[in-house]
């Protein structure tokens, strides 16, 4: 599909599902790389909902053992971000002592990291480190370092694997980009 309508919004193609995969691939060997003499069990913290297909995909790639767990924080209302993080599920495991992945599906503000860092850092965990999808330097102005990122992308309002509008969007396979016209 070259262009989706999503309640009052209508969304042109931006990134196809190959580019996407091939993104995931090549940032899944910098983490295999990172890892590859690992004794520990690190943490991949998919937060949810938007990270669900990404974390999925990065799974089918990583070749050391790992722990899947989840959060789910919210600061978007519509298309924007309210500055404001609530995290509406705690953590699905305990995380004290533990190096931590956070899988994101796309880093904006930087308002959602900062805040799970600190709940990481209070719960005990060793390490933290993100590693996100989409990532937009035109709008990221914190100190949290992003030591994994997919693809770097203008700072515009996107949909499709796993980023809604709305809640609706996120089983469309390639990603879509606000249509202004």
Do not use: W
Request: include cysteine.
């Amino acid at each position: 599909m070259e262009k989706v309508r999503l309640h009052d919004k209508n969304f042109r193609l931006f990134i196809r599902n190959e580019q996407i995969m091939k993104a995931i691939d090549e940032v899944a060997e910098k983490i295999n790389a990172d890892f590859k003499d690992c004794t520990d069990v690190p943490v991949l913290l998919c937060v949810l909902n938007g990270s669900i297909l990404f974390t999925a995909e990065l799974m089918k790639r990583i070749d050391f053992n790992i722990q899947l767990v989840s959060t789910k924080l919210s600061s978007y209302s519509g298309t924007s971000t309210t500055g404001e993080v609530r995290q509406t599920m705690g953590l699905t495991a305990d995380v004290k002592g533990r190096r931590i992945i956070i899988v994101e599906d796309i880093v904006d503000t930087g308002h959602t990291i900062v805040d799970l860092e600190k709940i990481l850092k209070e719960r005990g965990a060793s390490e933290t480190m993100v590693c996100t999808m989409l990532y937009k330097p035109e709008s990221y102005k914190m100190d949290v370092p992003l030591k994994y990122v997919a693809m770097e992308i203008p700072n515009d309002f996107i949909v499709g694997f796993g980023l809604d509008y709305d809640e609706l969007g996120r089983n469309l396979n390639d990603i879509y980009i606000l249509d202004q016209e």
